[in-house]
């Protein structure tokens, strides 16, 4: 104790001898000043947060709001032009709505159910503002929808406004719900304001499941594979196909890696190294139970100099999707990236191209060795269909359709929606302004489906 | 003299670590300030996720990003889906903001899921269940296992 003192007393004589008083107190004076001024932009920080997130909250509400008045708004509306505006503003202020909903700092899982009805809301809304646009008149059933939207419209903006008092009543502490607090708070802070916001999504517990003609419908989820042909495949049946698949003289060893448990497609997972190559440069590959087809391979490895040209290219990819059982197969778009090519081949069936059938085909542009392959869509999609007559000529086409448009060439297509379904069109390709488009024509009704804009790049060509 | 050089000295060093270290901060007003495009975007997510994952959990973790773009249940773009608060360890820790090399494999891997690849068997979810704290995400089907990541729904 004594010597500590000892020392203390000698470390002032020495700051005294020195005069260094003066440069101590400057010392504390500075760090003093520096931690006030870190303390102040901190707090400015969590308050400019805390001002963000009560704006995307305060915002939502009122987007909740303009839903429920605009849905009721198109249920009282007789003449579909006024319900097709009214039902557009419902999608717009819905997307909105959804994405104020994302910024809030409160877990996804929390606000899920809330997050789907608000996507839902919109997307229904927006595929009935369609059906309107087209002349017909919203049905019995979808009548008996759009009020049970309302409903839970109307539910959801009084969940709302409760969260909204427990706010203004300073209840609620967005920087402890994006901190989750600390350690020691954590569990009380979160099961407090975690509570309010799950009261929220339980509105929506019981909410109906509902089929329309949107991407997030819920028949989305739950879409049945066409074209998954063959009985159960065993890990040893699919081995030899994924060897077959890679070419038995390249291939070193394949091994089980792991299943895939997902309910559209089940399938095995594989890595597969090769004899030319060093251990760690190998591919993945999945194959499904079913019939032992490849959904998708990839091999990453380093590519070299570039010496091939698109077109040859797309004779490798051809020729190599031929050799594995895919006949008929055209090639459409195509991107550069890395030195490797990827090519888009459509099935084709009697010159009609049928783009939901799609395999990608990755090939390295050094030597035109096939690294990866994608075929969902092909697996999702692909069965012989029954074509019917179209309806149109292709001269009637032309000339009601694009008359005044540079033409280049017409042929018969079918394109899938973004709903599952697929529409028999069409496909004419022109020039506006010098930019490439293609137009798609229902070829049973007339009607104009799809605009594109053609982008071709030295990388390749893409479609807006 | 000398005690004139150490108070200059000192007040020097303390203006120059008053201006260093608030730095820190800006890295959050980086983020929302930049306009990448989403290739930049899913690339920098996958570096900062999944930087020392084999390459099919690169891509894997690019498709996650997508398949919640698509799904209702999230954000519908994917600034929305990246940014959403809490979504991210990597966009939470400031990871993201890491630059990254254009010739890197997490950009090749961006490219690969961005083309259609999806190696997940359309997940949501991804946790690593070592490191796991959530008990909410161990209630979710597991689809596939990929280095040191489960992928479920």
Known sequence: MGKFREKLLDWKKRLSDRHMYSVFIVIVAVVAAWGIYQYKRAADLRQELDNQYNRAFYEMVGYVQNIEVLLMKSMISSTPQMAAETLQEAWHQANLAQTNLGQLPVTQEVLANTSKFLSQVGDYAYALDRQNINGKEITGEQYKQLEQLHQYSVSLQEALNNLQASISEGRINWNELANKGTELFKKQSQSMTGQLFSDIDNTFQEFPTLIYDGPFSDHMTSLKPKGLTGKEVSVEEAKKRVAKFFGEDKVASVEHTGDIQADTLPAYNFKITFKDRPEEEFATADVTKTGGHVIWMLYNRDVGQETLGVDKVKEIGREFLASRGYKNMKDTYYIKEDSTATVNYAYEQDGVVVYSDLIKVKIALDNGEVVGFESKGYIMNHTERDIPEPKFTEAQIKENFMGKRDLSTIGLAIIPTNFGTEIFCYELKGKLNDRDFLVYINAETGAEEQVLIIIDTPNGILTL | ?153
Not at chain 2, 27 to 50: C, F, H, K, M, P
Not at chain 2, 82 to 94: C, E, H, L, M, R
Request: glycine letters at 8%; hydrophobic letters at 40%; zero cysteines.
């Open chain 2, 1 to 153: 003299m000398k005690k004139q050089k150490i108070v200059l000295f000192i007040s020097i060093l303390s203006i120059i670590t008053s201006l260093l270290i608030p730095n820190v901060y800006y890295t959050i007003s980086y983020a929302q300030a930049t306009r990448v495009s989403d290739e930049q975007l899913i690339a920098r997510a996958i570096n900062g996720e999944a930087r020392g994952e084999p390459y099919e959990g690169q891509v894997a973790v690019g498709a996650v990003i997508l398949n919640r773009v698509a799904s209702p249940d999230f954000p519908n773009t994917v600034a929305g889906v990246i940014y959403q608060p809490g979504a991210f360890t990597a966009v939470s820790d400031g990871q993201i903001n890491v630059p990254i090399d254009p010739d890197s494999t997490v950009v090749k891997a961006a490219r690969d899921a961005i083309n259609g690849w999806d190696p997940t068997g359309g997940s949501l979810y991804y946790w690593n269940p070592q490191t796991a704290t959530s008990k909410w995400i161990w209630s979710r089907q597991i689809i596939k296992v990929i280095g040191k990541h489960n992928f479920g729904k």
